[in-house]
């Protein structure tokens, strides 16, 4: 049966084969991606993470921006917010991929640096009309293959769900930039509410950070009870928070997980490994998830 299972890795899914992948365990990952091979499109739906699991970490070893960061431009906010913005990065980033921390442990910080990011965005008025321009100047970059990825949900129309700590009037603006904001496409982030002037007062609907992500999917239920016809679960991360993201469904299947690991790597390998069924070390491409779906679907 073992010679079998790894024909699979082998022949079918030969990407499963790339160094950069790391699995806990093979023989589980083989077996779910028969049975979800064998359930089909109709069965499956697909959640993924938005910045840096479908947006690019590094390009050129250059980091790329996270929906937050786009808004780091002259146009939108001033100087001092923008210096301001950087130092609360500074403080904070560290702290949410600390492998040393649990997630209780940051919980308050990751409160802390949304809410703050978010008072300074409202007090700066970003407004509407130049939010476009913002991603199109920024180098924000979907992961090498996103079309494949995209078209190919849309084609076999598999539900993608993008649940997002970032902003989502922004990763909506970068995907349409990108041309793949597809019909099959639902989100759910962290809005902007604009004023009748298109200036930013508030945002819409609970907070949604990195480890809350738990409480927004029990929130959006009727999101997921929409779909529960399909059982099967396709889940994209790139932080161990993400893989809450399917805790609004009642009834699932078969679920696979494929975590991105860009940072920290030898600290949180063994973490991420536990943790994630297929794990991406500094993966830059769509390659493996594409491998996937071309195989089930
Ligand atoms: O789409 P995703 O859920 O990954 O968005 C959250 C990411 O945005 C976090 O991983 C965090 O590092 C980043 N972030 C940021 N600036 C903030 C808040 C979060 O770059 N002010
Ligand atoms: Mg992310």
């Not at 696979?256 to 949180?268: A, H, K, P, S």
């Not at 536990?274 to 769509?286: C, G």
Request: charged content about 25%; some cysteine.
């Amino acid at each position: 049966a073992l010679a079998i299972w790894h024909q699979l890795t082998r022949s079918e899914i030969p990407e499963l084969s790339k160094a950069s992948v790391l699995m806990r365990d093979r023989s589980r990952v083989e077996t779910t991606i028969q049975a979800m091979h064998r359930a089909g499109p109709d069965a499956l739906q697909v959640i993924s993470d938005f910045d840096m699991t479908l947006s690019r970490f590094a390009h050129n070893g250059k980091r790329c921006p996270t929906t937050h960061n786009i808004l780091d431009n002259g146009l939108l906010i001033n100087d001092a917010c923008k210096r301001r913005i950087r130092e609360l990065l500074n403080i904070y980033y560290p702290v949410e991929i600390d492998a040393a921390r649990t997630v209780e442990e940051k919980l308050p910080h990751m409160v802390e640096w949304w809410t703050s990011v978010h008072e300074l965005l409202i007090q700066q008025k970003i407004r509407k009309d130049l939010l476009a321009l913002a991603v199109e100047q920024s180098s924000a970059m979907l992961r090498e293959g996103y079309k494949v990825f995209f078209d190919h949900l849309r084609e076999q129309q598999v539900p993608l769900l993008i649940f997002s700590a970032g902003l989502g009037d922004i990763l909506e603006e970068v995907i349409r930039q990108n041309h793949v904001f597809h019909p099959n496409i639902h989100v759910i982030s962290n809005y902007m509410d604009f004023d009748q002037k298109g200036e930013l007062q508030a945002f819409k609907g609970q907070l949604i950070h990195t480890f809350n992500k738990r409480d927004g999917a029990l929130l959006h239920e009727a999101h997921f009870s929409k779909l529960k016809e399909r059982p099967n679960v396709l889940l994209l991360g790139d932080s161990l928070g993400d893989l809450t993201m399917a805790d609004g469904l009642a009834h699932t299947q078969h679920t696979l997980t494929i975590g991105y690991l860009n940072d920290q790597v030898e600290e949180r390998k063994e973490s991420y490994v536990n943790s994630y069924d297929i794990v991406l070390v500094k993966d830059e491409t769509m390659d493996v998830p594409n491998a996937v779906l071309n195989y089930v679907t």
